[in-house]
């Protein structure tokens, strides 16, 4: 007689991925779930409706990130996100004038999902391509946009996953754009948009870190190729850190090599990566730029030392992919 033993489903090992079509991605390591990609989101127009990663969680399960937090209804996870992008606002929210301050206008664009160029699924890595156009509030094409991300375990030695996130944006709307900051039109240390992490509501008062240095507020703005943030979470108190990377391949106004960070942990836990933070870019008609960044998340304060240690392997995945010429 055939062995009818009731066999039970192995549970799954390294990355895996749901496609929730027309909606978003799904990543998980083994049975947990990491990280969503919400790349056709629901959002009114008032909060300028762009793709975001959101819940973003430790392989120990804890989540790293808020979702339409109630003092900024706009702030989505982690998002490609400008809020002075010439007469445009691609961040959600009022926009900042100089001299005229926060106003709510009718200019609240949208980063609309056009297509994926590939899906790539290994059980160590997960490959994204994804192509993207930049839309006014009055329905005009500003920018086309191919952006990649990539999901690796190869931090797993560091109990640790990372993210390299990939933009290269061309200017199609037949006029220059310039590209700056609440900063740049007159407002201190308020040079936030470009890659944009929003923290849970647990982590203000969480310790950042950066090449040297343990701080907090005072560290907005400053220019360094990483910077950490480590918060605690509320239930058992255990914390949590994530590292935040630039690229040795990108390149600021100036002639500067690491970007300017916008941070900020008193009142709630955000992170920046603000390419354009305190000298506007002008965004000349068919010209196209590109930037990179890495993220990894582990459970833990890693402390100076170990958030140092994250950053290296960033560094070291961003340099793969800038010497592989991955956009």
């Known amino acids: 007689m055939p062995d009818v ?11 895996t991925l749901v496609h929730e079509h027309g909606r978003s991605l799904l990543i998980r390591a083994g049975t947990q779930e990491i990280l969503r990609y919400v790349y056709a989101p629901w959002d009114p127009a008032f909060e300028s409706p762009r793709p975001y990663f959101h819940p973003i969680r430790t392989l120990g399960g804890r989540t790293v990130s808020e979702y339409r937090p109630h003092d900024h209804v706009w702030h989505k996870g982690l998002a490609w996100s400008l809020p002075n992008m010439g007469t445009e606002n691609f961040w959600g929210g009022p926009t900042y004038n100089r001299g005229r301050g926060y106003e709510q206008l009718e200019n609240n ?3 609309v999902h056009t297509g994926f160029e590939s899906i790539t699924v290994t059980g160590e890595r997960i490959s994204v391509v994804e192509n993207l156009q930049w839309r006014t509030q009055a329905g ?8 990649s991300f990539t999901v690796e375990l190869s931090a797993a030695e560091h109990q640790a996953w990372s993210l390299t996130y990939s933009t290269s944006f061309v200017n199609v709307s037949g006029t220059v754009i310039a590209i ?8 201190e240390n ?11 509501r647990s982590f203000s008062g969480g310790q950042v870190y950066a090449p040297g240095v343990t701080g907090g507020d005072e560290l907005m703005g400053i220019r360094a190729p990483w910077m950490a943030f480590s918060g605690k979470h509320d239930g058992d108190g255990g914390a949590s850190t994530l590292v935040f990377v630039d690229s040795p391949g990108n390149t600021y106004a100036g002639g500067h090599e690491n970007t300017e960070w916008f941070v900020r942990t008193g009142i709630f836990a955000v992170i920046s990566a603000s390419p354009f933070f305190s000298q506007e870019t002008d965004f000349e008609p068919n010209q196209t730029l590109a930037y990179q960044y890495g993220l990894l998340v582990a459970d ?5 030392d170990g958030a140092q240690e994250l950053a290296q392997a960033g560094r070291q ?5 800038v010497g592989a010429g991955i956009s």
Request: avoid cysteine; charge should be negative; glycine fraction near 22%.
């Open 5 to 15: 033993t009731i066999l039970t489903e192995p549970e799954p090992t390294g990355l």
């Open 109 to 111: 664009g949208t980063m």
């Open 140 to 147: 005009e094409l500003w920018v086309e946009e191919q952006r």
């Open 180 to 187: 700056g900051s609440p900063t740049t039109q007159g407002r």
């Open 190 to 200: 308020a040079g936030y948009g470009g890659l944009f992490w929003r923290g849970p």
């Open 300 to 304: 833990g304060d890693r402390g100076l």
């Open 317 to 321: 995945l961003l340099g793969e992919a």
